[in-house]
């Protein structure tokens, strides 16, 4: 398995796999909400390495890309709503810090142990000419069904997630029976409704 | 050695200038503005982008005081003017020139440059006369201010970056910005102590329902596009303004004198290109500016072309559609006074445009008063905010335009 | 097959990547003149501007601020530069891109999704109000542009049938793509403008927030801002031309002076088109990107997959 | 592979230049301490507070539309060996969607509060 890689490519992931795990103990090392979210994201963009170095090229770019947009809108999240942003003021991120370390060492042992323990399957088929066709053929063939279902769920959660965040709904900008011409909202929009 | 200088003397041959007019310099700003974009110095956005401060008219203690503060935060190499007449506008700019040129980091440590004739101050800011102006200011300061906490704050700050002091001992500068804030501000200390001098942001309820840090922010007294000495203090929720209140600084209640009696076309235009830039409409600011510049020359055919040219502006801004969307509906300024300066932003915008077409009487909007202001800013989104204050007239009829004299 | 022609294959990997960053900086400089000559109403002098703004600001000594988030803010200003120059990977130089894989398209998508990050950094860091609204600015912009912008490259996609630049180039023998996909074509030049902070797009860096995500920013620094956003803009005016506007393509001419004809005249075009409007605010632009723009790149993409399903693309 | 790899030591080289020509060419070499621009005040609080994004209602269906992209990209590869079905399904999916966008149209959360 490990014989089709380069030495190049093998030197590259265990840098980066280095990268990524150091990306992830620094999430709880740092004491500032932007740091610890950019430090989640340095681990990511270090995993989207990894996929490129396995020439993955369209999973690893999409990993980036995705997950450099999503961590963005963490930083929103996490700046907005939990205490010392900024780090200014010394504070810890972590809590239950010895039951985490046992959760957290168990976790890692039977991971470990289950790698080394299973017998993993020899890939037979060739790598593919072109991973991203190969990837959509799946996704609109034999996965298809997988996808409407991730449709109907991402529209649940379009629909919950809006009526969690918003304080206000449309009787409160059309009035108790939707009549009003013009809503009543605190920042006028880019349109007329 | 020369190379490097003749280098640098080359590449700040357009250096970037930040205007501050102190009350009553208008039409000095004017020709400052148009000697500028002759040359095609652009006008800076903050200190961090400025080589030259420009400072016009002899601005009052607390304006005084900003532009220290402001001068603090210029990097090296830097240049200080203070322009009382523009009698001698293009010898002193050409001197700046120089001087910046000439800047080495040497000099500009030791403060050795040697103080021109005519020159208030030393670029350094650091011979007699910026001193005396100093503590001058810090007494006016603390007379007249309603915050004197943070004037003297400010003082504090400018006791050791006036000489540089800002690279060494911001320290103690934040001590004393700490110790002078305590009294107006003491609430801040229950909140978690101080964390580098400055205290954290607070806590408060917003409107939508979450309750997350407000921050105590000063909008002026020097901004681009913003009118010089006009203080807007508020607390930021996001961008969001609340408990909005709108002063000018150096405002004494001694009786008022009229605003100096401009030329009326000229003073939309001018109007006009500020809030265009505020817009972030740069080419048309700059042919309003351009226009504005043009109407204040005497012969026939130059008057011409500055009168098409305004023309040309007013309608393009008139018609623009993308303006009307972005602004349209911001800041409804009750209408009690009848027809001087009601409506919203573009409503003015576009009063604004007839006046600078100059084809009927009309007279420049009324001005508005700071507190109506103040009260439609509450709840406005920052940059909002910036184009409803940029829209109305203010000019200070409350307040004395040159108090430094009056009171000599 | 097309690994063979990227340009790392055709000439070496040091040259071709030198290449590239020299373009880069060849189009950065290209719309930083021509935006010059645009903002100051002519006067062919001012295309050496940029050289001279360039050198002035590596002379100008460096700032930082009270308490500011040093690594963090240092790193979103490194990034901006780097960013650009990576996303020149795949705009093809000469008909030939630096690299070539299976996902052209999404790696010039990253490279502008990671400026999310960069330009939010760049105005976190100082711990100055107007750089903090900057950077918040542009993450509101992005949730108006990000969707609109892959939705053009995805229509680039179907019409070619790859997300290879190298292909989509030789999918444009016949017509060019601007021809079937105008929509598409003015919503990647927007979008360019959107993600560099440009103009109509302009609102992180406006002059109501003192210059935003750049007031806190001096000498080098902003020096790489600036450098970022100008190659941004220059590499989007390039992609422009190899996904929309045929390429080298034309008669007479040679290939690479067509591809040039054709970036100067899309960036001459954008910055004279840009700089003819004031900023489009976030709060407006987000409202219409979602109730207007995305349904119309979609019905742009419906149309070219039913184009492409009834033949009229010769694949 | 090695290309995009050269190309980033490149513009980091670059870059590191840069910072090494300033260092030698800015008239003074250390960077100046200030504090924050504030429009000619000193600061009386840390900007860098939990600031309030007034937009953050938006992010949620930014992000579930976001996720579809994932698999937009390779369905544009693929459509034309795929033929009308893909294309149903494709746009079916993304009618959910639009559902979705209008729903939150309609209740405001397009707007900042």
Not at chain 1, 149 to 166: D, K, P, S, Y
Not at chain 2, 261 to 279: F, G, I, K, N, Y
Not at chain 2, 383 to 403: F, H, K, Q, W
Request: aromatic content about 6%; some cysteine; proline content about 5%.
């Amino acid at each position: 398995m490990l014989t089709d890689l380069s030495g190049w490519t093998i030197a590259a992931v265990v840098v980066l796999g280095v990268l990524s795990v150091a990306g992830g103990i620094a999430v709880f090392v740092v004491d500032s909400m932007a740091r610890a979210t950019f430090a989640l994201l340095a681990s990511f963009l270090a995993v989207a390495g990894v996929l490129l170095a396995f020439d993955l090229v369209y999973l690893a770019v999409v990993t980036a890309l995705m997950m450099t947009i999503e961590m963005a809108i963490m930083a929103v999240f996490m700046i907005m709503f939990m205490m010392n942003p900024a780090g200014l003021m010394p504070m810890t991120m972590v809590h239950n810090a010895r039951g985490s370390a046992l959760t957290g060492a168990v976790a890692f042992v039977v991971l470990v142990v289950g790698i080394w323990t299973v017998d993993w399957p020899i890939g037979r088929t060739e790598r593919p000419e072109d991973s991203t066709r190969q990837l959509g053929e799946a996704i609109m063939g034999s996965h298809m069904l997988v996808m409407l279902m991730i449709g109907i769920g991402l529209f649940a959660t379009i629909l919950a997630g809006t009526v969690l965040a918003t304080a206000r709904g449309r009787y409160d900008r059309f009035g108790a029976d939707l009549a009003a011409k013009r809503p009543d909202d605190p920042i006028p929009g880019g349109l007329p409704r | 050695m020369d190379l490097s200088r003749r280098l640098r003397a080359w590449a700040l041959a357009r250096p970037r200038v930040l205007i501050v007019d102190a009350p009553g310099t208008v039409e000095r700003r004017w020709a400052v503005e148009a000697e500028l974009d002759r040359r095609g110095w652009p006008l800076a956005m903050s200190p961090a982008d400025t080589d030259v401060l420009l400072v016009l008219g002899t601005p009052g203690p607390q304006l005084a005081l900003a532009i220290d503060v402001l001068w603090s935060q210029v990097a090296q190499p830097r240049h200080r003017v203070d322009l009382r007449a523009t009698t001698d506008l293009h010898h002193r700019l050409e001197e700046t020139l120089h001087a910046l040129g000439a800047a080495t980091p040497k000099e500009h440590v030791d403060g050795a440059l040697p103080a021109r004739a005519g020159a208030g101050h030393s670029p350094e800011g650091t011979d007699d006369s910026t001193h005396e102006g100093m503590e001058h200011s810090r007494h006016e300061g603390m007379d007249h201010s309603g915050h004197e906490g943070m004037d003297r704050a400010g003082m504090a700050g400018m006791d050791h970056s006036g000489h540089e002091g800002m690279d060494h001992s911001r320290q103690e500068g934040m001590d004393h910005t700490a110790m002078g804030g305590g009294g107006h501000a003491g609430h801040h200390m229950h909140h978690g102590g101080e964390v580098a001098g400055l205290p954290m942001a607070e806590t408060a309820p917003d409107r939508d329902g979450l309750a997350l840090d407000v921050l105590r922010v000063s909008i002026g007294p020097v901004l681009p596009g913003w009118p010089t000495g006009l203080l807007l203090r508020a607390d930021l929720q996001g961008d969001v303004l609340t408990g909005a209140g709108l002063s000018w600084v150096d405002a004494t209640d001694d009786g008022s004198s009229p605003p100096a009696d401009v030329h009326p076309q000229r003073a939309a235009l001018d109007q006009l290109a500020s809030l265009l830039l505020v817009a972030g409409w740069p080419t048309a600011a700059r042919d309003a500016r351009c226009a504005r510049d043009g109407l204040a020359s005497t012969g026939q055919s130059e008057l011409a072309t500055a009168r098409r040219r305004a023309a040309r502006v007013a309608r393009r801004v008139r018609r623009s559609r993308a303006l009307a969307w972005t602004v349209r509906g911001a800041g409804h300024l009750p209408s009690e006074r009848g027809s001087a300066g009601d409506g919203d932003v573009l409503d003015r915008v576009r009063r604004w445009c007839d006046v600078a077409l100059g084809a009927d009487g009309h007279v420049p909007a009324s001005p508005a008063s700071l507190d109506e202001v103040a009260a439609v800013l509450e709840g406005t989104e920052l940059g909002t905010a910036r184009l409803i204050v940029a829209s109305v007239a203010l000019d200070r009829s409350a307040a004395n335009t040159e108090p430094e004299e009056a009171r000599a | 097959m097309p690994e063979a022609e990227t340009a790392a294959a055709a000439w070496g990997v040091l040259p071709a990547a030198l290449l590239v960053t020299g373009v880069a900086l060849g189009l950065g400089w290209l719309v930083a003149a021509v935006d010059r000559v645009v903002l100051s109403g002519g006067g062919g002098a001012a295309v050496l501007e940029p050289v001279r703004s360039s050198v002035r600001l590596l002379t100008e000594q460096r700032r930082t601020t009270l308490a500011p988030d040093r690594l963090l803010w240092r790193s979103g200003i490194a990034a901006v530069p780097v960013l650009a120059v990576l996303s020149m990977a795949v705009v093809p130089i000469g008909g030939r891109t630096l690299w070539s894989s299976s996902a052209d398209l999404v790696w010039f998508n990253a490279m502008e999704a990671l400026l999310w990050a960069a330009v939010w950094l760049v105005g976190w860091g100082p711990n100055a109000i107007h750089a903090l609204t900057g950077g918040y600015r542009f993450l509101a912009q992005g949730l108006a542009y990000e969707l609109p912008l892959m939705f053009s490259l995805i229509t680039v996609g179907v019409g070619a049938g790859s997300l290879r630049t190298a292909d989509i180039l030789s999918a444009q023998a016949g017509l060019w793509f601007v021809v079937s996909m105008p929509v598409a074509f003015v919503v990647f030049l927007a979008s360019a403008a959107a993600f560099a902070f440009w103009g109509p797009f302009g609102a992180p860096t406006g002059a109501d927030i003192a210059g935003g995500v750049t007031s806190e920013l001096s000498g080098v620094d902003r020096l790489l801002v600036e450098a970022g956003r100008v190659i941004f803009l220059g590499a989007t005016a390039a992609m422009a031309v190899a996904l929309f506007l045929g390429g080298g393509s034309g008669p007479w001419l040679p290939g690479p002076v067509w591809q040039l004809l054709k970036t100067v005249a899309v960036v001459v075009a954008l910055v004279w088109a840009g700089r003819r409007l004031p900023v489009l605010r976030p709060d407006r632009v987000v409202e219409v990107a979602w109730t207007v723009l995305i349904p119309v790149t979609l019905v742009q993409a419906l149309v070219v997959a039913v184009l492409l399903l009834s033949g009229f693309y010769a694949v | 592979m090695l290309a995009v790899l050269s190309l980033f030591a490149l513009v980091g080289a670059l870059v590191a230049t840069l910072y090494g020509a300033s260092s030698l060419m800015a008239i003074a070499r250390r960077a100046t301490d200030v504090m924050p621009f504030e429009s000619g005040m000193l600061p009386q609080q840390h900007a860098a507070s939990r600031y309030h994004a007034r937009w953050y209602a938006i992010t949620i269906l930014f992000l579930a539309f976001d996720m579809e992209m994932i698999f937009m990209y390779p369905w544009a590869v693929v459509l034309a060996d795929m033929g009308v079905g893909a294309v149903v399904e494709m746009f079916g999916f993304l009618a959910v969607l639009l559902v979705g966008v209008v729903y939150v149209w309609r209740e405001g959360a397009l707007r900042w509060t």
